[in-house]
């Protein structure tokens, strides 16, 4: 079963209840489905991690909507899924790298989202995707999302791109490592009512 995202197969990683259709700005396909449904999602809320590494830079980062979780897609065009390591968790309050600087993260709870790759060229330090420090990230509107309500860009760092996803509460994720991109799936609920 192949989910797609603003074109963009995602392939056989996914699990059921991704069966749903996205929507996002970049997308028309609409999700009509009742909000009865129970989802089949048993994540949980504890850190998720994987160690690998990529020099590939980060271009874009974008959201869909899906009728059991929000959806979150960092994309890292020509990185191999075995390539891409990620830390995301859970945070009192997102500090950027290096500076220690905190960064003010709209929501009830905030997951800091690490990828390992850069947001600028290695060999020359040129900016690859346009976020600011603090700011929301560019192109990313989160109107009618049911879990997420921010996301800002806390910069890139050492190899490593870090956002600040802020969600309505702490509810469960899941982390994907694909081919060309990492995803970060969050529940609307624990319970696993649509």
């Known amino acids: 079963m192949a989910v797609v995202l603003a074109g963009t197969a995602l392939g056989t ?9 996205v929507t996002d700005a970049r997308s028309t396909v609409r999700d009509n489905t009742a909000h009865s449904t129970a989802c089949a ?13 990529t020099t590939t830079p980060v271009k874009d980062v974008r959201t869909g909507r899906h009728a059991c979780f929000d959806r979150m897609v960092v994309d890292v065009p020509g990185a191999s899924a075995g ?20 960064i003010a993260v709209g929501g009830g709870a905030v997951l800091e989202v690490r990828i390992a790759a ?41 190899g490593e791109t870090q956002i600040g996803l802020g969600v309505r509460t ?9 081919d060309g ?14």
């Open 13 to 21: 990683a996914t699990v059921a209840a991704d069966a749903a259709p």
């Open 41 to 53: 999602i048993h994540w949980g809320s504890h850190d998720k991690s994987r160690v690998a590494g």
């Open 83 to 102: 390539r891409l390591g990620y830390f995301v968790r859970y945070v009192d309050r997102l500090h950027q790298d290096g500076s220690g600087r905190p």
């Open 118 to 158: 850069p947001g600028y060229r290695p060999e020359t330090g040129d900016a690859t995707y346009p976020g600011r420090a603090g700011r929301p990230l560019p192109g990313v509107d989160l109107t009618g999302y049911r879990s997420f309500e921010d996301a800002r860009f806390a910069g890139s760092f050492e």
């Open 170 to 178: 702490r509810l469960p994720f899941r982390v994907l490592a694909l």
């Open 181 to 194: 991109r990492v995803v970060v799936d969050v529940a609307h609920t624990w319970d696993g009512a649509r």
